[in-house]
């Protein structure tokens, strides 16, 4: 028979286990509220900002902007630049691609997506090119794009077309983000975070984090992230946990105690949103 000692030890453990799990469960979930507005921050400032990015690079361009790689360079970094909400934006790429949607310059180098057709990766994308077009988005998964070496990926692309003076198409601004590069830059904010309220709260240490963009039943993590945390993530099927309004509960995940918590994005996407796992053990 187990000790009346041994007993209370056991009992005070896995209270103290439930007692982190709740107040893990309650900072993931105040995490993901904060997010979820920073990526409705985020993709407003694409939005708004490509199409008046689109006229300034209109006017930036030589007459053959393929002619002179460098300068289309710069004229892409210049109107970006002249743009806040472009100056700001978590944007992972900015590319000029010609009518047909064969990128010809990017502003980063190296340039991973010269010569390569964001229109066949990004059927949907097509839809810019209709005389009428202005803002197209699309979601899809094209390797140039990628956040990291391996491992799943998706990207969230937006093109706006660039026309001349007289309403001819020149070619197109496209911008937009891959998931997984996304999701660290929402996991370091968080980080962040974080770590004032470990402060606040006095806690002995800063808790574990990880951070995940969604859509549908997918999941995408931070480079680093483990895969047993991410295949944990969508066994809890976001979108209907989230069907509403934000969710937040307790995950085990490899013997550790996770609280987890997830909210919608839709200003970005009806099936898009934020998910976090924090451990304060």
Not at 140 to 152: A, D, I, L, T
Not at 186 to 209: D, N
Not at 237 to 252: E, H, I, Y
Not at 256 to 262: D, K
Request: glycine share 8%; aromatic share 6%.
């Amino acid at each position: 028979m187990p000790s009346a000692l041994a007993c209370a030890l056991t009992t005070a453990l896995l209270t103290g286990c439930e007692d982190d799990g709740k107040a893990s469960q309650k900072h993931a979930a105040e995490l993901c509220g904060k997010l979820a507005a920073v990526v409705a921050e985020d993709v407003a400032q694409v939005r708004t900002g490509l199409p008046v990015g689109s006229q300034k690079l209109a006017a930036q361009l030589d007459t053959d902007p393929g002619a002179n790689l460098l300068a289309l360079q710069r004229a892409i970094a210049g109107a970006r630049a002249s743009v806040k909400e472009l100056e700001f934006a978590k944007s992972t790429f900015f590319s000029f691609a010609d009518p047909s949607g064969t990128v010809l310059r990017s502003e980063a180098d190296p340039d991973m997506l010269a010569n390569r057709s964001v229109l066949a990766a990004f059927p949907e994308l097509r839809k810019v090119l209709a005389p009428d077009s202005g803002l197209t988005e699309a979601f899809g998964e094209m390797q140039e794009m990628r956040g990291v070496r391996n491992g799943p990926d998706l990207q969230w692309v937006v093109a706006h077309p660039v026309k001349d003076p007289d309403g001819g198409l020149k070619g197109l601004f496209v911008t937009g983000w891959s998931f997984r590069a996304y999701a660290y830059r929402l996991q370091e904010a968080a980080r962040r975070e974080l770590t004032e309220i470990a402060k606040r709260e006095s806690l002995k240490s800063t808790p574990l984090l990880y951070v995940f963009a969604w859509k549908g039943a997918k999941a995408y993590g931070g480079p680093v992230t483990p895969d047993v945390n991410t295949e944990a993530i969508e066994k809890l099927d976001l979108p209907a946990k989230t069907a509403a309004g934000p969710w937040s509960g307790t995950v085990d995940i490899a013997g550790r105690t996770f609280g987890a918590a997830a909210q919608r994005a839709p200003e970005f996407a009806a099936d898009t949103g934020v998910a976090a796992l924090v451990s304060t053990l």
